[in-house]
Structures are given as structure tokens and as C-alpha cells.
């Protein structure tokens, strides 16, 4: 059964998946930690989500890997579900195309900022996804969505 199934790939078609998405917060001067200490950059996020006034955005550091030879171009898709209060519930869709890394896989920064980060609200679930052309590699996805 596993032989059909790695048969029924085309050949050299890439398969991925995506690892690890990290939300953050940005603050108003598009920093989502003070220092690089890890530590800190848990304190610093801890500050921003106690106060929102103190926000300008979101910054999602995905992490992802590819393997085999693309076909097509690679496309990291995240999609977000909101609610501003006292309005209906928002969608959104950020994408970037990427190039495929070292065998540890690649980082990725998608960001929701600005006009469009304020009229959006607190995001409340999201999903991440790995696309080769219109073939989905991987993803991952918030414990909500």
C-alpha cells in the first residue's frame, strides 16, 4: 500500500510541510521584542497583549520545509479569522511565495499591519498553509480553527 502511494506522486514532485507558526504582536514602532533574548521577547509580548493600545500589528514567523524539486513556484498562504467588537467576523489572507532552504527548512514573516491590521481586530484562529501550484505540501493550524 505505501509503494502505491509513493507511486502515485508525479515525478519529482516536491512535498513540504509546515512546521511551527509563531504569532507576535508589533508594537508602534514595528518591534516585536526589545532584545534578542528569548525571555524578554516572552515579557515584551506579555506588555503588548495586556495593552492593545501599545499595538500596530501582527507578525507571523512561519516555519516550513520543502523537499524534492518544485514545479511549481512555492506559496506560504495564511489565513485568519477575526472579530472586532461589535461588527461581524473578519477573514483575511496573507501569502508569500518562498524559496526552498537548507534541510532544516526556512523561516517565513507574514504580516498584518496598519489600516488593515486595525479594521481587522484580535484574530482568533488562523491556519497556515504550504502550496506548490494548487497542491497543498502542509500546514498547521491554531487549536480554534
Same mark, same amino acid.
Given at each position: 500500500?505505501?509503494?502505491?502511494?509513493? @507511486?502515485?506522486?508525479?515525478?519529482?514532485? *516536491?512535498? +513540504?510541510?509546515?512546521? #511551527?507558526? $509563531?504569532?507576535?504582536? &508589533?508594537? /508602534?514602532? %514595528?518591534?516585536?521584542?526589545?532584545?534578542?533574548?528569548?525571555?524578554?521577547?516572552?515579557?515584551?509580548?506579555?506588555?503588548?497583549?495586556?495593552?492593545?493600545?501599545?499595538?500596530?500589528?501582527? @507578525?507571523?514567523?512561519?516555519?516550513?520545509? *520543502?523537499? +524534492?524539486?518544485?514545479? #511549481?513556484? $512555492?506559496?506560504?498562504? &495564511?489565513? /485568519?479569522? %477575526?472579530?472586532?467588537?461589535?461588527?461581524?467576523?473578519?477573514?483575511?489572507?496573507?501569502?508569500?511565495?518562498?524559496?526552498?532552504?537548507?534541510?532544516?527548512?526556512?523561516?517565513?514573516?507574514?504580516?498584518?499591519?496598519?489600516?488593515?491590521?486595525?479594521?481587522?481586530?484580535?484574530?482568533?484562529?488562523?491556519?497556515?498553509? &504550504?502550496?506548490?501550484?494548487?497542491?497543498?505540501?502542509?500546514?498547521?493550524?491554531?487549536?480554534?480553527?
Amino acid at each position: 500500500m505505501a509503494l502505491g502511494m509513493v @507511486l502515485a506522486l508525479p515525478a519529482g514532485a *516536491a512535498s +513540504g510541510r509546515v512546521i #511551527k507558526v $509563531l504569532p507576535f504582536f &508589533l508594537d /508602534l514602532k %514595528g518591534r516585536h521584542t526589545l532584545t534578542p533574548s528569548l525571555y524578554e521577547r516572552d515579557a515584551y509580548q506579555y506588555l503588548l497583549r495586556q495593552n492593545p493600545e501599545k499595538r500596530s500589528g501582527l @507578525l507571523f514567523d512561519v516555519h516550513w520545509k *520543502a523537499k +524534492g524539486a518544485a514545479v #511549481k513556484p $512555492l506559496k506560504l498562504r &495564511l489565513e /485568519l479569522r %477575526g472579530i472586532l467588537q461589535g461588527k461581524a467576523p473578519r477573514q483575511s489572507v496573507l501569502e508569500t511565495e518562498v524559496k526552498p532552504g537548507g534541510w532544516l527548512g526556512s523561516w517565513a514573516q507574514l504580516t498584518l499591519t496598519g489600516q488593515a491590521y486595525t479594521d481587522f481586530g484580535e484574530v482568533t484562529a488562523w491556519r497556515a498553509t &504550504l502550496w506548490e501550484g494548487d497542491r497543498l505540501l502542509g500546514q498547521q493550524q491554531s487549536f480554534l480553527w
